[in-house]
């Protein structure tokens, strides 16, 4: 019985947490190589569109504000030694590039540069290659 009961126990715990835990951002993460850490999340995000109807290859880099660079510097940080990988974004990413240099190529689409100070956006289902050019840090947002 008291076995009996520690069962149900569990499962009632169990039926309280799992609504919570998938709720939360991020679910769980995993590794996408030895340095690079891939989040996932439960909350769903709209890639952005292009007019014909694909989804948007174009990164967009521009020098931030400073209400932009304090904002970027309460986000997490991530870091990657010299490199080169696959990336695709299931959701829209922020980030400021801390230190570092990178070519970010879309697939089917032209290279882009980022260089430490730069802020970048790249859109929900975008595929590229990262080719990290040196060892960068970057403070990065999803939405």
């Given at each position: 019985a008291e076995t009996a009961m520690r069962g149900v126990l569990f499962l009632a715990l169990v039926a309280l947490v799992l609504p919570?835990?998938?709720a939360s951002t991020p679910a769980f993460?995993?590794?996408a190589g030895p340095t690079n850490l891939r989040l996932r999340t439960t909350k769903a995000y709209t890639p952005l569109r292009m007019s014909g109807g694909?989804?948007?290859t174009k990164i967009e880099v521009k020098q931030p504000t400073e209400e932009e660079k304090a904002k970027a510097q309460k986000w997490p940080t991530w870091g990657c030694e010299?490199?080169?990988f696959p990336w695709s974004y299931d959701q829209n990413e922020t980030c400021l590039l801390i230190t570092g240099e990178v070519t970010v190529t879309p697939n089917g689409?032209?290279?882009v540069e980022?260089?430490?100070g730069d802020m970048?956006?790249?859109p929900a289902g975008m595929s590229c290659t990262w080719d990290v050019k040196k060892t960068?840090?970057?403070?990065?947002n999803f939405f």
């Open positions: 919570l835990a998938t993460a995993s590794l694909g989804v948007s010299v490199s080169k689409g032209e290279p980022i260089k430490a970048a956006t790249f960068l840090s970057k403070h990065y």
